[in-house]
């Protein structure tokens, strides 16, 4: 949730003609990191469960790429990036870490 909150305060430094572009599919992609690890914690099986979490994962490596196009892009970012992109590897190292546990 945390990752949510820190893309909406990069989203708003962001020039208002990416709006529905860059801005529109970074946060399609951050919501969508934590949505689907509670809606597969509510399946009944792990097996399900282990499906949403690939989901959230892809999510967050979508994610990614979106924020090394801004690092790239725009420059004028208050927020450092690069510690938020370290913060993202470790959900991501996380996430897959919870996945291998539940698998096996």
Known sequence: MELVQVVYGITKQLPSDEKYGLCSQMKRATIAIPANIAEGASRRTSADFARFLDIS???????????????????????DLTSFLNRLHLVQKRINALRESIVE
């Open 57 to 79: 994962l892809g999510s967050s490596f979508e994610l990614e790429t979106y924020l090394e196009l801004v690092k790239r892009v725009y420059q004028n970012i208050s927020i």
